[in-house]
């Protein structure tokens, strides 16, 4: 796995490492992984962009699967255009190049809800839709599932791939995306009792908890092949709430909290993105259904937030 660092990652390796036994999974990353990825099985440090390093770990490891989720999400990509192009888009090329050249069995790599764009419908939004990104990230998205479905196409590389909604965990911080808040929005809420949130409060957006996508992930790469038709992304729905509506539920957890709204540069990547998706292509295709809803989610988020920080 490259990228065993970050939200996905952390979360995924240990869950792979349950399923598929410890030492059948390499962790990976540019930096180093939460301890219980670091002591949990083998970790090298690798740079998602130094193709003769990965060859090396697929060569030495015998790799016949990679999961591949290093990425600058939508707001760090903003900031500074051409890293997050460098970064999103050379990684995935060195990959689908070394499953083309070394016949790997499957590749898995993350698109998102910002493949969409503003001409896009926004309630709903179906599996092939007009598709105009605005973002940095989203147009390196859209490009990469392009180039999935061609590397599929052309070289017959395995590629599976969903578009996550926003995604909500606590083992580690979402960083640099715009779907960031409903993750600060519990660790604030148990160690303030308040929270500014960065959009505004009838920002609609995708969300769905960490252990349904981590199974949804699981369920598309244990499908059959022949079953797996879409080769570019399937769009992946989860639960879509606003703000205003996250903070009511974090009330019934915690009657003193509080939210403020602030909305700064990621509001316009927000309004840009769908409200919610429909996801029946990927439910026909993996007959898979995601067992969180909002109040769920968010009693385990706030109960482990807390355990968290003592
Ligand atoms: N959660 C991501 C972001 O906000 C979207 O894929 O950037």
Same mark, same amino acid.
């Given at each position: 796995?490259?990228?065993?660092?970050?939200?996905?990652?952390?979360?995924? +390796?240990?869950?792979?490492?349950?399923?598929?036994?410890?030492?059948?999974?390499?962790?990976?990353?540019?930096?180093?992984?939460?301890?219980?990825?670091?002591?949990?099985?083998?970790?090298?440090?690798?740079?998602?962009?130094?193709?003769?390093?990965?060859?090396?770990?697929?060569?030495?490891?015998?790799?016949?699967?990679?999961?591949?989720?290093?990425?600058?999400?939508?707001?760090?990509?903003?900031?500074? *255009?051409?890293? =997050?192009?460098?970064?999103?888009?050379?990684?995935?090329?060195?990959?689908?190049?070394?499953?083309?050249?070394?016949?790997?069995?499957?590749?898995?790599?993350?698109?998102?809800?910002?493949?969409?764009?503003?001409?896009?419908?926004?309630?709903?939004? *179906?599996?092939?839709?007009?598709?105009?990104?605005?973002?940095?990230?989203?147009?390196?998205?859209?490009?990469?599932?392009?180039?999935?479905?061609?590397?599929?196409?052309?070289?017959?590389?395995?590629?599976?791939?969903?578009?996550?909604?926003?995604?909500?965990?606590?083992?580690?911080? =979402?960083?640099?995306?715009?779907?960031?808040?409903?993750?600060?929005?519990?660790?604030?809420?148990?160690?303030?009792?308040?929270?500014?949130?960065?959009?505004?409060?009838?920002?609609?957006?995708?969300?769905?908890?960490?252990?349904?996508?981590?199974?949804?992930?699981?369920?598309?790469?244990?499908?059959? =092949?022949?079953?797996?038709?879409?080769?570019?992304?399937?769009?992946?729905?989860?639960?879509?709430?606003? *703000?205003?509506?996250?903070?009511?539920? +974090?009330?019934?957890?915690?009657?003193?909290?509080?939210?403020?709204?602030? *909305?700064?540069?990621?509001?316009?990547?927000?309004?840009?993105?769908?409200?919610?998706?429909?996801?029946? +292509?990927?439910?026909?295709?993996?007959?898979?259904?995601?067992?969180?809803?909002?109040?769920?989610?968010?009693?385990?988020?706030?109960?482990?937030?807390?355990?968290?920080?003592?």
């Amino acid at each position: 796995m490259i990228g065993a660092s970050g939200q996905i990652g952390s979360d995924l +390796v240990l869950e792979l490492r349950k399923r598929f036994g410890a030492d059948n999974i390499i962790a990976s990353d540019i930096r180093e992984p939460m301890k219980e990825v670091l002591e949990g099985g083998p970790y090298v440090e690798l740079n998602a962009l130094n193709k003769s390093d990965i060859e090396k770990v697929v060569d030495d490891y015998k790799i016949t699967e990679v999961y591949h989720l290093a990425a600058i999400l939508s707001g760090n990509a903003e900031k500074n *255009p051409a890293k =997050a192009w460098e970064i999103n888009m050379n990684s995935l090329f060195i990959i689908l190049d070394i499953a083309k050249e070394k016949n790997l069995d499957k590749i898995f790599w993350p698109s998102s809800i910002a493949v969409f764009g503003p001409g896009t419908k926004k309630q709903n939004t *179906p599996q092939n839709d007009f598709m105009d990104p605005n973002t940095v990230y989203g147009i390196s998205k859209l490009a990469g599932e392009r180039w999935c479905e061609y590397y599929h196409q052309k070289y017959d590389v395995d590629i599976r791939s969903v578009r996550y909604p926003g995604l909500i965990s606590y083992k580690t911080e =979402a960083g640099g995306g715009t779907t960031d808040y409903a993750v600060e929005i519990f660790y604030e809420a148990v160690k303030n009792n308040k929270y500014e949130c960065f959009l505004s409060e009838e920002t609609a957006l995708p969300m769905m908890y960490m252990d349904d996508a981590i199974d949804a992930t699981i369920t598309l790469m244990e499908t059959d =092949a022949d079953k797996i038709k879409v080769r570019s992304s399937y769009n992946l729905a989860g639960i879509s709430f606003n *703000p205003m509506q996250l903070a009511e539920e +974090v009330k019934k957890q915690n009657p003193d909290f509080e939210i403020t709204y602030n *909305p700064d540069f990621r509001q316009a990547i927000a309004e840009s993105w769908p409200q919610s998706i429909d996801d029946s +292509v990927l439910v026909e295709h993996l007959a898979w259904k995601p067992k969180y809803n909002i109040s769920a989610m968010t009693e385990v988020m706030y109960r482990e937030i807390k355990k968290k920080l003592g």
